[in-house]
């Protein structure tokens, strides 16, 4: 029997890949699940993707390898549009290498940072990908702790305590998931002059920037941010073009550089189709998006009615595209509560501790499922 690689035993298949299997099942044998589970919008993209995909997909060379930095006018209007919705000026000095989604991006960093044990430090809750791409990388992922008391910000003193000789990376991803807080600038600053004293990287971690916010943040707007922060963002949310998987890494050139070599060795180049779709869809996003955040507002309120039947405590003002709930069953660990919730009512939510040990007690539910099958889920509890 072949053996896999150590490193490919040091992660399981991502919980979603299973439990999507497991819930396609159920529904195949008649359980009709209504999957309050994944962040994939369902919303159509705005209508001028479609048309740049199709009007590009008639056009010569479409089909051909591009540009591995992504075709010209993608790179300006990736620049053009960070200057305009994140307010960054000047602008010259950053660059961007699109990518197939943010996730892909979170592993070209920790390839291209991590050393065989060096450590990268991760958000507890925080998205499952951290930590596998840093193993992955043979790195050692050490979390910081994020707690309700203080809003789920950083703590400068922990995470400082944390740094070791080995610390050469550090993930934060405001606005947060899975709490959905949005940054606090303060702590952000202090932790940009720890970063260089320390001489870390430093990852905003940025998918959600524009949903249920009204001031997009981006980490680049803070001063001086750019000598050692890069920030990776997507259209997966934001254009709810998640499963056409694009999105980009944005930073200092001399930073994006050493991740830029890895990704020529991973892929080559990028459809064009796409990121003439991709340009479309940040020439769009202002209408979009208003238009998107009016439906995922209904949908929330919505979400925060079916947690009040679940006597859960939720925030209110909060961005991106879930509701973070505490739940008062302490009898449930949050990988039983949501089982229970599966088995008993046919309902998926996602448990806490999917993302890390500070999620116990908590589930997370999805603004990505429509409002009457919201309301019916309201309705089975
Ligand atoms: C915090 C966070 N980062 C990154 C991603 C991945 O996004 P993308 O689709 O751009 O790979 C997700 C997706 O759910 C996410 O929640």
Known sequence: MMKASNRSETIKEYYFSHKMREIQT?????ADVINLGIGSPDLMPDSSVNRALLEDLAEEGAFKYQPYNGIESFRKTIKAWYKETYNLDPIDSISTIPLIGSKEGIHFLCLAYLNPQDEALIPNPGYPAYASAIRLANGKPVSYTLKKEENWQINLSEIEAKITQKTKLLFVNYPHMPTGVMANRQRLESLI??????????????????????????????????????????????????????????????????????????????????????????????NFVAESNKEYRQR??????????????????????????????????????????????????????????????????SLCQTQPEIRRAIHRL
């Open 300 to 365: 929330r309120n919505l979400i925060w009615s079916l947690f009040d039947k679940l006597d859960c405590t939720y925030q209110k003002e909060t961005a991106g595209l879930f509701v973070w709930a505490e739940y008062q069953y302490p009898e449930f660990n949050s990988y039983e509560f949501s089982n229970h919730l599966l088995e008993r009512y046919k309902i998926f939510i996602a448990p806490g501790e999917l993302f890390g040990t500070q999620g116990n007690n908590y589930i997370r539910a």
């Open 193 to 286: 002059a720890l970063a260089k004293r320390h001489d870390i990287l430093l990852c905003n971690d940025n998918p959600y920037s524009l949903i249920l916010s009204d001031e997009p943040f981006s980490i680049l707007q803070i001063p001086g941010a750019d000598e050692v922060c890069i920030e990776l963002n997507s259209l997966s949310k934001s254009a709810a073009m998640a499963g056409s998987r694009i999105g980009m890494m944005v930073g200092r050139e001399a930073l994006l550089h050493p991740a830029f070599k890895i990704q020529t060795s991973f892929s080559s180049g990028m459809f064009r189709p796409l990121q003439k779709a991709a340009i479309a869809a940040l020439n769009a996003t202002s």
């Open 26 to 30: 159920l529904n195949d044998e008649g």
